[in-house]
């Protein structure tokens, strides 16, 4: 939460493990304002969404609301720019071989580009998105 408040962020709370029988999201929205985080069920402007990775739930929602709020901040990039983008996560994969979670910035990814990052570099050999599909 301080490192969102710092870089001055809007933010979208997902509370996950609501799958979990001692699960309690309404716990977790409570303690929101201990944070100096007020969310829109309790009169903020913060959007929060109730969500499970495990089993799926609540991720068309969440992604609903991400893309509201890039609506809301006007958030474009260029699809003929230079490609510029952020490695959110990787990781090597036993039958997909190196395997990265990819923010794209500015410009279009396409298989077979060629991509640094840091002292890395590579090629991507395919793409999917959240669902597995390429």
């Known amino acids: 939460i301080q490192h969102a408040k710092n870089a001055k962020v809007p933010l979208i709370v997902a509370v996950n493990k ?3 029988d001692n699960a309690n999201p ?11 985080v007020i ?5 903020g402007d913060v959007p929060t969404v109730h969500v499970s990775a495990l089993k799926g739930t609540g991720v068309d929602e969440l992604l609903e609301v991400i893309g ?14 230079e490609l ?3 490695v959110v996560e990787a990781k090597l994969d036993k039958g997909r071989g190196a395997v ?6 500015n410009g279009t990814l396409r298989a077979g580009d ?6 890395t570099f590579g090629r991507v050999k395919a793409m999917t998105d959240f669902k597995g599909q390429k």
């Open 18 to 20: 609501i799958d979990k």
């Open 26 to 36: 309404d716990r977790v929205l409570q303690m929101l304002p201990e944070h100096g």
């Open 39 to 43: 969310p829109e069920t309790y009169g």
């Open 68 to 81: 509201l709020q890039a609506g809301i901040m006007e958030l474009k990039a260029d699809p003929k720019g």
């Open 84 to 86: 510029q983008g952020t």
């Open 100 to 105: 990265a979670t990819v923010l794209v910035q």
């Open 114 to 119: 060629a991509i640094v990052v840091g002292n």
